[in-house]
């Protein structure tokens, strides 16, 4: 999913009509000093990172002054969080609690519902999954509709809302529940929602989690890589994002799994399909190997998307080699993914020869895909480690592993021979 920072997310909660603190992002100690004064109040300072757990890690920082928030902001900015470097800080009146709740819209994807579910709870400001099972109450709408004012008081009733109150809940949740359209949410929560001494409700927090296929309609958003890594995203999967981004057509996808550029070992990794490239991963790391990138095209994609996806593969530097990972039967055309190794090999190859390259293809058109490999490869420069297969082996994931290993060991000898002779 494509994930907001929480600065973001509130800003375009605001834009829908929701209720949230006063206050705005700040890169600098000065600007968080700016902007506690323009409040001038007692203010939140918050980290802006894509990972929980910023409480813990003392990355929140209540204050009364605008200096203190400035200082708070110098001891903020810089650090790290769960592998996330913090940019920004989030400077936002502090509330006045009554009371903190919970309030959260994602996808319900169980084949007896497959719709929008509300989650709500009177126990908010913890993680969910810390509180009692009873007291979460969860309720699917119709995508089409959209979540009804009797049907968010229904739920609000039930968790245990006082009447006089009902109206005004429902208010937020139904808004929260068009914010969640409108912007093609994934996941929409807001933990605490709070209900002020002087009665509002406001959503003191939010994740937002845009739906990766729909980010092309929000451009308004800004936002350059529509995937959640886990980490900042590296050059690699820009790259990657940029691939699917500009051609929709099948998967094409690119991502980095830490390699280090440095480490021996690393494979350029190549799957087809999800299952396939478990297989592969499997087949590698029996064999003391490791995949120095994660892949997959699948759902029949053009040859021109697998060529780039294979070129940026290919392009690591100090890989030992590349692994197309063709593990089980496809129904797509697999000569488009013949056309498009040849030419991405042709090109590599010439740049680092002797490259171990084992290809496992197999599936519709088979034999003319490897038809395509074989004849395409037989006279490249630098294509002397080259093994092609294809169903025979399709679930052999011990013996591609062991051709991937013994290619590999004689490629590290023959780079050690040409070291000690240039030395020399």
């Avoid at 034999?367 to 395409?376: K, M, N, P, Q, V």
Wanted: hydrophobic share 40%; charged share 25%.
């Amino acid at each position: 999913m494509a994930k907001l920072l929480e600065f973001q997310g509130k800003e375009w909660l605001r834009k829908a009509g929701l209720r949230v603190p006063v206050g705005r992002a700040a890169s600098t100690p000065e600007e968080a000093r700016q902007i506690a004064a323009e409040i001038g109040k007692p203010v939140a300072v918050k980290a802006q990172v894509l990972a929980g757990g910023r409480g813990k890690a003392g990355a929140v920082k209540l204050v009364d002054t605008p200096e203190e928030a400035a200082a708070a902001a110098a001891a903020i900015l810089g650090t790290e969080i769960k592998g996330y470097p913090v940019r920004y800080v989030l400077v936002e009146e502090k509330l006045d609690i009554a009371k903190e709740f919970y309030a959260s819209i994602t996808v319900n994807s169980a084949r007896t519902a497959r719709s929008p579910m509300l989650m709500f709870s009177t126990e908010g400001g913890m993680d969910i999954e810390s509180v009692p099972e009873e007291k979460i109450f969860r309720y699917n709408y119709s995508s089409l509709f959209g979540l009804e004012s009797y049907e968010a008081m229904d739920l609000l009733s039930k968790a245990g809302i006082p009447n006089d109150q009902l109206q005004k809940f429902a208010a937020f949740l139904t808004g929260l529940a068009a914010a969640y359209k409108k912007y093609d949410c994934f996941t929409l929560e807001i933990n605490p929602l709070v209900l002020t001494k002087g009665g509002d409700l406001v959503a003191a927090d939010c994740k937002m989690d845009i739906d990766n296929s729909s980010v092309y309609r929000h451009p308004e958003m800004g936002i350059e890589v529509a995937r959640d890594f886990g980490h900042e995203p590296t050059e690699l999967d820009i790259i990657g994002w940029n691939i699917e981004k500009i051609d929709q057509r099948g998967s094409g996808f690119v991502m980095s799994m830490g390699f280090d550029e440095k480490s021996p070992g690393y494979i350029g990794y190549h799957p087809i399909g999800g299952g396939s490239a478990m297989m592969g991963m499997d087949a590698l790391n029996a064999v003391g190997l490791k995949p120095a990138n994660y892949a997959d095209t699948s759902g029949n994609p053009v040859a021109s998307k697998v060529y780039r996806v294979a070129k940026v593969v290919l392009s690591q530097p100090n890989i030992e080699g590349y692994l197309l990972g063709g593990f089980m039967m496809a129904n797509q055309e697999q000569w488009h993914h013949a056309h498009a190794v040849v030419k991405a090999l042709r090109e590599v190859l010439p740049k680092k020869p002797g490259l171990p390259c084992v290809l496992l293809l197999c599936g519709n058109k088979e034999e003319e895909s490897l038809a395509i490999l074989r004849e395409g490869l037989s006279n490249v420069e630098g294509a002397t480690r080259v093994e092609i297969y294809g169903r025979e082996h399709v679930t052999d994931t011990a013996f591609i592993g062991q051709r991937m290993l013994a290619l590999v060991k004689e490629y590290r000898e023959e780079k050690q021979r040409q070291g000690k002779s240039s030395g020399s």
